[in-house]
């Protein structure tokens, strides 16, 4: 075999395990809408919020809350607010108040609601991912532009 | 003058069996998430009535209960909430709710709101899951098995 040849072998062979590489990256690395599971801390700092995959959609309840005990009975926070009576004795924490998010492109998710459980209210959501550690969480009532858009933080565990 | 008739409905019951199983550990700080997803359960109820997804006309949950076999029963947990959650346009509910647990090994849950399920059903991708919060942090797996009955009603 003559050098310009080898050369051209070792060229093909360096292309196929570069090729090999990149599917084993791949292969390991997060699909582009699960980069949003985590726990996150609101906007407020009152709530830390884990999003979690169930099926092909995306959901999150509070796991974590600044203030776990209700001054007023002093047991652990309910979801007095609910406008579903017999939700009012559920606890807070634990709470699923992100549902039925699908991603769809460029870092967003949309399709899902967002609940206030200070009011009882539940708005349509979307989640935008301005990095890989802050959120910007909009909910709306009919059209996008009527509404308030929250910025949530990654939470560092074990900190 | 109306056009068209009004199609015949059938309601039925059908009965679920179903196992949550968590290996475990649950702490304190974190609510866990129990799920179970629906394949093959109605198979023989859909036959039954010769029906299809496009048959559904309505669900609702009409009772729900849970059992353990744990030996401390349901002691370990303070709540128990039962949500239903599938694929497509339809939207996660909660479908019972137990708060506090009884410290025995089996309760019936009440059934929350009236939600009308049929959007779930006749997906083809569909969960039942059970959150359930620890009292304390936990080591042991932990098994419940749910009997929940609903309510369809088929349109001709």
């Known amino acids: ?159 | 003058m109306l056009f068209g008739a009004c199609g015949k409905q059938t309601k039925d019951n059908i009965t679920l069996d179903i196992t949550f199983k968590s290996d475990g550990p649950f702490f304190e700080a974190s609510p866990e998430s129990l799920q179970h997803q629906l394949s093959e359960e109605l198979a023989a109820f859909m036959k039954q009535h010769q029906a299809t997804e496009a048959n559904i006309e309505a669900v609702k949950l009409i009772s729900a209960s849970f059992t353990t076999a744990d030996s401390a029963g349901f002691a370990d947990f303070s709540s128990l909430t039962l949500n239903m959650m599938a694929g497509g346009d339809s939207k996660a509910k909660e479908i019972a709710v137990q708060n506090p647990l009884p410290k025995g090994k089996t309760f019936t849950a009440q059934p929350a709101g009236k939600a009308d399920l049929s959007a779930h059903f006749k997906n083809k991708e569909k969960f039942l899951v059970c959150d359930l919060t620890p009292k304390a942090d936990r080591e042991k797996p932990f098994e419940i098995k749910a009997k929940l009955t609903f309510e369809f009603t088929f349109k001709d």
């Not at chain 1, 009882?120 to 858009?149: C, E, F, H, P």
């Open chain 1, 1 to 159: 075999m003559n050098l310009h040849l080898k050369i051209n072998h070792m060229k093909k062979i360096s292309i196929v395990l570069g090729a090999a590489l990149m599917c084993v990256l791949m292969a390991f690395a997060p699909a582009s809408g699960d980069r949003l599971l985590g726990v996150w801390q609101s906007g407020s700092g009152k709530a830390g919020v884990k999003i979690e995959k169930i099926g092909t959609k995306y959901y999150g309840k509070i796991v974590w809350l600044k203030e776990p005990i209700d001054p007023a009975t002093s047991k652990p926070k309910v979801d007095k607010n609910n406008p579903d009576e017999k939700m009012r004795t559920v606890p807070l924490k634990g709470y699923r108040i992100l549902k039925d998010f699908t991603y769809k492109d460029n870092d967003e998710w949309g399709d899902g609601t967002i609940y206030d459980p200070e009011n009882g209210s539940t708005y349509k959501s979307v989640i935008k991912m301005k990095d890989n550690n802050t959120l910007d969480i909009r909910g709306y009532i009919g059209v996008q532009a009527l509404g308030r858009t929250d910025t949530w933080k990654r939470m560092k565990l074990g900190k």
